[in-house]
């Protein structure tokens, strides 16, 4: 069965702290991706992956890097969280390049940025 | 600019028929996903259609029409269990996905 993790559920952080998000996937899949979630909005993509060491911006990279050591882990991280980046965040990954296979999704760590 | 509309919330009863459109206008088009997400869980894979027409997968069948832009999700005998938010996604020219908003469903007994 294909399983993607995510580090943690629910995360409280500070204004100002250093915030890791991880996530690992055991399909040997290529790509990998970081969204968030908010209330009334689709799933906003953050960045994604499709190789080791390998990153590409999505729609909303202001505030948040990535980072792919490893095939199986992707992580998110916010330099310097802020309250606006309040929000459920939800990885994924898919076999193909071309996004057309099913994204398997984690999740989800609900991120709330006091 | 590239925009994916779907109503926000629908009511049906359970063992009804619900129809949850689609619409959407991208620049270029290789696919339309539908997702299904309950409340405080990951979104999970209904259905991808390419081409158009009807494809049935059970008691859920998912309709494309490219030239109208246009989709739509059909659940028949309805289940409690189908309580959730249904969640449309178009794959644009460069591959990409853009994502609706998606749809909270409630079911009522």
């Known amino acids: 069965d294909v399983k993607v993790t995510q580090s943690s559920r629910y995360l409280v952080k500070r204004t100002g702290e250093k915030v890791f998000l991880e996530c690992v996937q055991d399909m040997d899949h290529e790509n990998m991706f970081w969204y968030r979630q908010d209330p009334g909005l689709g799933l906003r993509l953050i960045y994604f992956?499709?190789?080791?060491?390998?990153?590409e911006k999505g729609d909303i990279p202001e505030g948040y890097s990535v980072s792919r050591e490893k095939k199986e882990r992707f992580s998110l991280i916010l330099e310097s969280a802020s309250t606006n980046q309040t929000s459920m965040y939800l990885c994924?990954?898919?076999?193909?390049?071309?996004?057309?296979?099913?994204?398997?999704f984690g999740p989800g760590t609900r991120l709330t940025v006091l | 600019g590239q925009n994916i509309d779907q109503p926000t919330e629908m009511t049906a009863t359970e063992g009804a028929i619900v129809q949850i459109n689609c619409t959407y206008q991208?620049?270029?088009?290789?696919?339309l996903f539908w997702y299904q997400q309950h409340a405080g869980e990951a979104p999970t894979f209904l259905s991808y259609?390419?081409l158009d027409g009807l494809e049935e997968k059970g008691r859920f069948s998912s309709f494309l029409s490219r030239s109208k832009g246009y989709s739509y999700l059909l659940l028949k005998e309805l289940q409690m269990k189908d309580s959730a938010s249904y969640l449309c996604?178009?794959?644009?020219?460069?591959?990409?996905?853009?994502w609706g908003a998606g749809t909270k469903l409630i079911i009522k007994p």
């Open positions: 994924a990954s898919t076999a193909t390049a071309d996004n057309t296979d099913t994204q398997y």
């Open positions: 996604a178009v794959l644009d020219s460069n591959y990409q996905l853009i």
């Open positions: 991208t620049s270029g088009f290789n696919g």
């Open positions: 259609n390419v």
């Open positions: 992956s499709y190789d080791v060491k390998m990153k």
